[in-house]
């Protein structure tokens, strides 16, 4: 089974009230498309789609031609974009990922679930799922009493229902991740009814769960394992709950490879961070960017590392380093500050 993967990435996100791109906006160490993207790189057979919008020459030029581009030129909504894409990927795979581009704790794990199970079942869609809160603006995943996915319901639509309490009480919701049997989705989704929405008229891919239940074929849902790759980053607001998910997924990670966090809620470590055993890391510290820290050390409090490499036995604390090298079994004098220089010993 060959995979391809579309992420949609047009939209400006003006409830960001910025002049950069929502998704070009840093989280978790790098900008937000970066986590998805790479990510995305590692189970796609090819390269990567991204629907973008006009003036996207900043992705471009971040992600270069890593990926492929198909312009939005008109927003119509989410199955609008896909339907742009099919003179490109239409004969190209067996299996469609789409994904938001602003879900940046989205793993390739799930994606790999995703695809396995639609080909083991043959379902014409399996998208991804999380039990969240019920006040939240997610569409409600509606099952049958066999637990078939019969539809997904959006809040604005159930409150237009008979008993909207029943919908809107689902603790089921769409995380907006959908894997597509490739065959099925280009010879429907230019068949999706179009809606007014508050912008004009526009084409839900959502809608596309109900053309397949309308064909009698199997529409599935995976429970994610961890909500907060769920999470989506509109505002700043969001944002602020995407960084904290992103620190509390390295901090799990290093604890779980025998790394010491005395204060985890005050220690902010990105994602490509490496730590060796049976260090400990004090409050205050920030490990960036590619940043590489051997076993047995000591670091902070008060400390940041920017891509550093830091041997084993070291000690440092209430520094600054910045693309430099420690070796092994070095102690900083305290308040030291590095810029690309290369360390033999302070002791």
């Keep these: 089974m060959t995979l391809s993967i579309i992420l949609l990435a047009a939209g400006h996100g003006t409830r960001m009230n910025s002049k950069t791109q929502k998704i070009l906006h840093a989280v978790g160490g790098k900008p937000m498309i970066m986590h998805l993207f790479e990510a995305a790189e590692t189970v796609a057979d090819g390269r990567p789609l991204l629907i973008v919008g006009k003036g996207a020459d900043a992705l471009q030029t971040l992600l270069n031609d890593r990926a492929e581009y198909v312009v939005q030129a008109k927003k119509m909504g989410t199955g609008h974009a896909v339907m742009i894409a099919k003179p490109y990927q239409q004969g190209q795979s067996d299996q469609v990922i789409v994904a938001y581009g602003d879900m940046p704790l989205l793993k390739a794990e799930t994606m790999h679930r995703l695809a396995e199970q639609q080909a083991k079942s043959g379902a014409a869609v399996v998208m991804l799922s999380l039990i969240g809160d019920p006040d939240t603006s997610f569409g409600r995943v509606v099952r049958d009493e066999n637990g078939r996915v019969t539809e997904i319901i959006e809040v604005a639509e159930a409150k237009q ?34 809606r007014q929405a508050r912008s004009g008229q526009e084409y839900y891919l959502t809608d596309m769960v109900g053309t397949a239940v309308s064909q009698n074929k199997l529409v599935e849902a995976i429970i994610s394992d961890e909500p907060d790759e769920c999470l989506g980053a509109g505002t700043r607001a969001e944002m602020v709950m995407v960084e904290k998910a992103f620190r509390r997924r390295a901090n799990g990670r290093l604890l779980a490879q025998g790394v010491t966090l005395i204060d985890p809620d005050n220690c902010y470590i990105d994602q490509d961070v490496t730590v060796g055993q049976d260090t400990v890391i004090w409050p205050g510290t920030y490990l960036q960017g590619n940043t590489a820290v051997g076993k047995n050390c000591t670091i902070g409090p008060n400390t940041v590392l920017k891509n550093a490499a830091i041997g084993d036995n070291c000690h440092i604390a209430q520094a600054s380093i910045t693309g430099a090298t420690v070796v092994n079994g070095t102690t900083t004098k305290p308040f030291i500050i590095m810029n690309n220089e290369f360390l033999i010993s302070n002791n």
């Design 161 to 194: 229902r008979p008993n909207p309490a029943a919908y809107l009480s689902i603790p089921e919701l769409n995380a907006g991740v959908y894997c597509f049997d490739a065959d099925w989705l280009w010879q429907n989704i230019n068949d999706l009814p179009i």
